[in-house]
């Protein structure tokens, strides 16, 4: 089985450049989350896609992130324009859904670690 | 809101030695699930385990074990005889019903040959 797929895995910018990153989730997957992973701190939730709407996006910095998954799959998470505190890594997980036993198991993919100079 | 708490920053054993990493939670939901995942090195989160609000039977899966405490809000994770293959960071996730996942900040985990 395929993992997440995510790219680019690096990527370096100037502040006030825009930048965006891409995910694959496993076939099949309903749900799709996209985290920010300060260094020394554990991932934060920015957005989660059930198929391609959002339920949540409450910790979503909306005036310079932006975030699409269109048709339901595939995903693209934008910055525009990036700050310096935008420096981190950026994990998108997916998981079978909301209901049942399963909810909350999490499958992540490799990260896209941007720096912002 | 839910919080979960992982007290020890880093912890430092010598191979075979047994070791525990703590996580308290905060929740208000009757239902949710209590989560460790596993990031070595190389930065892919990977799943170890999951146990839902029901069920408080601790876990035992070879080398590592699982002791959840509803009591003390508590889902705390044992390594008996750590290798260096332990080595990397750990961390405790509580998730609702929704799907909604709340992590924790993380222990990183160093074992000495």
């Known amino acids: 089985e395929a993992g997440v797929a995510q790219s680019p895995r690096y990527k370096i910018i100037e502040k006030r450049q825009s930048v965006a990153f891409w995910c694959n989730p496993i076939?099949?997957?309903?749900?799709l989350y996209w985290y920010q992973q300060i260094l020394g701190q554990g991932p934060k939730l920015l957005i989660q896609?059930?198929?391609?709407?959002?339920?949540?996006d409450s910790q979503l910095p909306k005036d310079r992130f932006s975030a699409e998954r269109l048709k339901g799959v595939d995903s693209t998470l934008k910055i525009q324009p990036a700050k310096l505190e935008d420096s981190a890594v950026y994990l998108c997980a997916s998981s079978w859904g909301l209901a049942g036993g399963r909810a909350g198991e999490l499958f992540f993919g490799e990260g896209s670690r941007l720096t912002v100079l | 809101a839910q919080k979960v708490t992982q007290a020890q920053t880093e912890i430092s054993v010598v191979e075979k030695e047994d070791v525990t990493l703590d996580c308290v939670y905060e929740?208000?939901?009757?239902?949710?699930?209590l989560f460790w995942y596993k990031q070595p090195p190389s930065g892919e989160l990977v799943f170890l385990i999951r146990r839902n609000s029901f069920d408080e039977q601790n876990e035992i899966s070879g080398r590592y074990s699982w002791n959840f405490q509803k009591s003390t809000s508590s889902f705390n994770f044992t390594i008996t005889a750590s290798q260096v293959v332990d080595s990397a960071v750990y961390f405790c996730a509580l998730a609702t019903n929704a799907g909604k996942s709340t992590f924790g900040d993380g222990t990183t985990l160093t074992v000495k040959p």
């Open positions: 076939s099949g997957h309903a749900t």
């Open positions: 896609f059930q198929n391609n709407g959002v339920v949540d």
């Open positions: 929740t208000r939901d009757t239902t949710y699930y």
